[in-house]
């Protein structure tokens, strides 16, 4: 049987539909499909992309544990090489003996905000009978940086801080009770006690 010379255009036509139409169909499935996997996806939050270590430059430098203007040091780091009237500065004396001071302290007539001297992450928070409140960041280059006789505490173990983060208030302690309000600071380089002075407004990279 001879076919008429429409029926040809026809079929392809029919068959070019179908293709298109299956097409269709086909990619609106695995497109579903794509969307109803993406529920299934844990997306960041900010709160994980904003809980960084905070990891300081060599050039970073260590700032004053205060902004308060008027706070002065009422009792210096007891250093072997000062000069006897410097040491008569840098002596504690307690329940009648005497014992040379292995921090600063800063005093001002009114509480003031202390603050992280550099970046880092709080690994103590303490209450001792002496010492009051207290307060210890690791920074870079094995460096700890501990501030005591705090009134109040503003933030907590294992917080990460950067420099001239308000981490509390100062206060009294019973064995610097003479000083009234203040804050003991004392700072550490592998595991050794060393002058805060030498610390403060120097760059990390220097140790």
């Not at 539909?17 to 529920?39: C, H």
């Not at 960041?44 to 004053?64: G, M, Q, T």
């Not at 990460?160 to 064995?175: F, P």
């Amino acid at each position: 049987m001879k076919l008429k010379p429409f029926v040809f255009p026809t079929l392809y036509i029919s068959l070019i539909f179908t293709l298109v139409l299956g097409l269709y169909f086909t990619t609106r499935t695995i497109n579903k499909e794509v969307d109803n996997s993406l529920e299934d996806v844990t997306y960041v939050s900010n709160v994980i992309l904003n809980d960084v270590v905070p990891v300081a430059s060599v050039d970073s430098v260590f700032s004053n544990p205060y902004s308060t203007e008027n706070v002065k040091i009422a009792r210096y780091y007891y250093n072997l090489e000062d000069d006897a009237d410097k040491q008569k500065e840098s002596i504690v004396f307690y329940n009648n003996t005497y014992m040379p001071n292995t921090g600063i302290d800063y005093t001002n007539e009114e509480t003031f905000d202390v603050l992280a001297i550099m970046d880092g992450s709080v690994i103590e928070i303490k209450e001792d009978e002496m010492l009051g409140k207290i307060i210890e960041i690791r920074h870079d280059n094995n460096i700890i940086s501990s501030y005591a006789g705090l009134s109040e505490i503003s933030v907590q173990k294992g917080e990460q801080v950067t420099t001239g983060t308000k981490i509390g208030i100062s206060g009294t302690s019973k064995i610097n009770e003479n000083l009234g309000n203040h804050l003991h600071l004392e700072i550490y380089k592998d595991g050794i006690n060393i002058d805060p002075l030498k610390v403060i407004g120097k760059k990390l990279g220097d140790f």
